[in-house]
């Protein structure tokens, strides 16, 4: 394998090679870097020692190892966390790592089966994973709709629920949380059968679980403030996904919206994606109304599966099939304006099928470190990284202590690292072709192991469970 010409790796001579040489003292050493820690505001050439899948030491000096990773003109940062990740399966996981993803987390819709969703993924993935027990998934379970996957496409979704109904779903969620769910996930947008009574009440047994309710809304920015009200109804620390998607032309009141309860002490925070499409399931209540539409509305539809855009018969078509569709429309004013502010964490909102999908999973974290930090300097360095990796780690470390140790370039922290070279850093995949991997991010490291070797996944299985204690479990 032949390595970027910018990047040289080196190991250290077989042991006894020479007899004066003294012993390698790390694992692992990455040398030479521009270390950016967003905990300890550290920005400055550092020489990171890794043992035991934890950072030993990060010095001025040089030091020894066993294999050594010269990342001279590269930046060395904690691995990027994504809160917001629906592909949670091997082939999702080697694009997302391959754009610098140390620990992928499906927290939107989550599961309704913690224990079986974690027990699936036993023995290691590429990356370390977690996920939330979801609203949706039990309000289908409870009323009945099978969905077509992810997300109701009946009457769990459009359906009203009976104050018993209520009661079960509750139950669902107090069992996922005794199981170490690490959130609570929601999609008003997605159930609009659920009043905001229903969903204020679930907020409460997030607030009772002591567990962050990360939610796709409804309504607009009149959504957006019903919902922090009924957060603060209940006590629950909110979390509004994909800003950009939700606000869309009320971007700026949704971020003051935002602001404004942050700064009067309410935990609010949000995430978005730095693409002007969405995407989602074609048989979802999102589309509910889609006869009503004018003919010209069709055509910001692109199905996933063969990247046609449709028309009002190839719409119902699709429909009626099922499957997933990118919808276009937002400009790059509304995408820029998510990016650049710094309420806004990065999430991709991704996962690909068969080398199919959007763009934002192989690339959301390259494409803020190429184009809006590097080309349009819209960004700090320091901001961006901050909003990839700590501040991620933040949101959910109160309820899953392991997350204090993810997110920084400290002693003692997780030797999850992505290195990349800000010069070429930028993403590759686009609508068409979702499978094209990021450029410029050659190595990552999780649990102190080479995941990207030389810009290749390499054998290694590091990613382990990240998840919260476990009722009855020390």
Request: aromatic letters at 6%; charged letters at 20%; one cysteine or more.
């Amino acid at each position: 394998m032949r390595y970027p010409s910018a990047l040289l790796v080196a190991a250290t001579l077989a042991a006894g090679a020479c007899a004066n040489q003294p012993a390698a003292t790390y694992d692992l050493v990455v040398a030479n870097g521009r270390v950016i820690d967003p905990e300890s505001g550290l920005d400055g050439v550092r020489h990171v020692g890794i043992k035991g899948g934890k950072i030993e030491i990060v010095s001025e000096a040089p030091l020894q190892g066993t294999r050594v990773v010269d990342a001279s003109r590269h930046v060395v940062a904690p691995g990027f966390i994504d809160l917001h990740e629906h592909g949670q399966q091997e082939e999702s996981y080697r694009m997302m790592v391959r754009d610098g993803v140390t620990s992928a987390f499906e927290l939107e819709v989550g599961t309704g089966d913690v224990a079986q969703w974690y027990k699936a993924r036993e023995g290691g993935q590429i990356v370390n994973y977690g996920v939330s027990i979801g609203h949706i998934p039990a309000r289908m379970k409870v009323l009945g709709d099978p969905g077509t996957g992810l997300l109701p496409a009946g009457v769990g979704g459009s359906g009203s629920a009976t104050d018993a109904q209520m009661a079960e779903m509750e139950g669902i969620l107090r069992e996922g949380i005794a199981q170490g769910a690490v959130a609570m996930g929601f999609g008003s947008a997605y159930t609009p059968g659920a009043p905001m009574s229903e969903i204020e009440r679930m907020f409460r047994v997030a607030a009772a679980g002591g567990v962050s309710a990360h939610i796709h809304m409804r309504g607009g920015i009149d959504g957006l403030r019903e919902t922090i009200a009924a957060a603060k109804a209940a006590g629950a620390p909110l979390h509004i996904v994909h800003v950009n998607s939700s606000a869309g032309n009320e971007l700026a009141a949704f971020l003051a919206a935002i602001k404004a309860a942050r700064d009067a002490g309410q935990d609010v925070t949000t995430e978005a994606y730095p693409y002007g499409a969405g995407m989602t399931e074609i048989q979802s209540a999102l589309f509910d109304d889609w006869a009503s539409w004018p003919d010209e509305r069709f055509a910001l539809h692109q199905l996933v599966s063969t990247g046609e855009r449709l028309t009002r018969a190839t719409f119902a078509r699709a429909r009626a099939a099922g499957g997933t569709v990118i919808i276009h429309g937002r400009s790059e004013e509304q995408t820029r304006a998510a990016i650049v502010s710094p309420l806004s964490m990065i999430a991709s909102d991704g996962f690909i099928e068969h080398g199919r999908g959007h763009p934002r999973t192989s690339g959301s974290f390259a494409k803020v470190l190429g184009k809006y930090v590097r080309e349009e300097r819209a960004v700090p360095m320091a901001d961006a990284l901050r909003r990839m990796t700590l501040e991620p780690a933040r949101r959910l470390e109160r309820r899953t202590p392991a997350m204090a140790a993810k997110g920084r370039v400290r002693a003692g922290a997780d030797a999850d690292l992505t290195i990349f070279d800000p010069a070429t850093v930028i993403d590759r995949a686009t609508y068409e072709d979702a499978s094209l991997p990021s450029a410029g991010i050659p190595y990552v490291i999780i649990g102190g192991q080479l995941v990207v070797d030389g810009g290749e996944v390499t054998a290694a299985r590091a990613g382990r469970a990240i998840r919260a204690p476990i009722a009855g479990h020390q």
